[in-house]
């Protein structure tokens, strides 16, 4: 049983920075996540993917973000509980009481949810014996690492910004990229199914469209991958000879027992006052990407503000008649600064 | 005559990532600053000095940090107008014509105010002759470098955070440190004071309070400094002889023409629709310190935001029926990228 002041559902980097602003209140938090390391999206799909975005930071990987955000949270020393969900969320004499998919008990004054899209997976194409090829690393749903691409055969599956952008960011790299797609048109940003288009007609033959099929079959053994066949929508199949799958299928997202706990929702996400993250029932917090209201922004800089809100929204809520020295970081630091 | 999509009023952190997320949107920015250089207070106040709330970087310092946002920003191009101040704003056929007060002439379709405080600057003693003290830097206002105090005899004068971390953080550095507040109880972070009791506590004399006194004259020739003269209430009065004097008496505001520009405004911030700055003039935005709205958060975090959001509502505002295919940075990157 783990008691602290404030317990935060999601250690993506809204989670993250959430924990840096409730310790700046002196509010300790626990943090629980269904994925077995903190960072969220940015972790777990593009580690190694540049982001522009991000305020103050020209350029960084989703990696990086992560652990920079990691170690700015660090010296308020949350209590982490990853690879779990919060399976059940109960209010009692003031305080809640969250149980996990792990067995796991913490009481905390307030909650955060910062579950982004919920638990998420890749959306797994329907195709006999893929298990076996999942576990090898032969057919993979996020680039965990570019470079164990180089060299590689690959067939990237999918139609929309992921495949296209993994195909352009691996062709120099791998030793020749199918793109399979059962419609002719990607549905990606303009400018990089340009580069792709470009890339297939270059006369190279190393980037192939393959367009419009689907997958069919996989062939191998021991989880290695030889081939895999697919087919046309009028019934031709080709078998190509591969090294890996890359399927880029889309997330399918589960807010699990978030749905069950009464709060306000609208299209499965929760609504919030957007100046404190207060949600429908007092006490409970939400911010990011799972968060919404009217003009609601879905960028990972909108999530950090609202992070910050939310902690001092909590200060105000758990200690309504004390007064506060606002402190602003350059006179105080942080604790082991 | 320069034309641009959005004016940007104020050069601060905000006002820089409000040129990126401008940029973003494909909206070219001018940037209006009174300060020459670029950073607001960051880079005015406390180039040197570590702020710890930045997301994602656990320490960084306000001058990097103001660097960091500059070259974020740079891809996109924007047009700086530094050392002058917006002095007229008049619309004329949806257009904004901005004037500043060194002559130049801006044109611009949507206006974002990330003013801050207005234009500042220190509240500075009424002490007959500062201005030739002031010139030689014998006198100052800001720590612009910490390095310039090494070996020397200070007197920081001031009650509140400032005068008690610049004590505290350059005692390290001074041969002497004499702090000069007209109460004997600092108005300060209760654990930066306690640091400045010990250390004027601690037996070597280098850190000495003098309470309450206040300034009364400067001693010196060329600009250089021999000695101050200040007086206790009830009229004693003490010569130090020191090398510098660093008055940290607050900074005075002065929202200038901004005033007058017919802004709702509630105690000289300027009140907007926190999802999107839009103030009560459709067409101008504000964002940061000088915008307001219920439970508002003076952090920079939160600034961020708002001028991602200030830049998307000005893109919706500007293309009411054009489609946009959301784009993630990581999919596009920048121009530069």
Redesign the interface.
């Known amino acids: 049983m783990t008691t602290v002041d404030v317990a935060i559902i999601g250690a993506g ?1 809204t989670g993250l ?1 959430a924990v ?2 409730c310790g ?1 209140q002196k509010l300790r938090c626990a943090v629980i996540d269904a994925l077995d390391v903190v960072g969220g999206q940015c972790q777990a799909l ?1 580690p190694e ?12 990987s ?1 990696g990086d ?1 992560a652990a ?2 990691k ?2 949270a660090a010296p308020f020393a949350p209590e982490y509980f990853l690879g779990q969900t919060v399976t059940g969320l109960k209010e009692h004499a003031g305080e809640w009481h969250l149980t996990t998919s792990t067995g796991n008990s913490i009481t905390a004054k307030a909650v955060i949810i910062a579950a982004g899209a919920g638990a998420f997976g890749p959306n797994r194409p329907p195709i006999e014996g893929i298990e076996a090829f999942e576990k090898t690393g032969a057919v993979q749903y996020f680039v965990a690492k570019r470079e164990d691409f180089r060299g590689k055969r690959l067939l990237i599956a999918g139609g929309g ?1 992921s495949a296209v ?1 993994w195909a352009v960011n691996l062709a120099p790299l791998a030793e020749k990229i199918y793109v399979l797609h059962r419609r002719a048109k990607f549905r ?5 199914a340009a580069q792709l288009e470009a890339l297939s007609t270059d006369g190279s033959g190393r980037v192939e469209l393959v367009v419009p099929y689907q997958l069919h079959a996989l062939q191998g053994q021991g989880g290695a991958l030889a081939s895999i066949t697919v087919s046309s929508l009028t019934g031709e199949t080709r078998t190509l000879e591969v090294d890996n799958l890359l399927a880029f299928f889309g997330l399918s997202m589960d807010l699990g027992a978030i749905a069950s706990w009464g709060l306000n929702l609208d299209h499965n996400h929760i609504t919030i ?4 993250g207060a949600t429908s029932v007092p006490g409970i917090y939400a911010v990011g990407d799972i968060a919404t ?5 879905k ?1 990972i ?2 999530g ?3 992070a ?2 939310a902690a ?2 909590i200060y105000n809520y758990l200690y309504p008649d004390q007064p506060r ?1 606002f ?8 604790p082991a ?1």
Chains 1, 2 share one sequence.
Do not use: C, R
């Open positions: 980097p920075f840096f602003q700046m593009y993917k540049p982001i522009y975005d991000i305020p103050a930071w020209p350029e960084i989703g973000l920079k955000l170690q700015q910004d952008d990606a940003a303009p400018e990089m006052n957007p100046a404190t209201y009217p003009h609601k922004l960028l800089a909108t950090f503000a609202e910050a809100q001092h929204a020295h402190q602003y970081s350059t006179s105080t630091g942080v600064a």
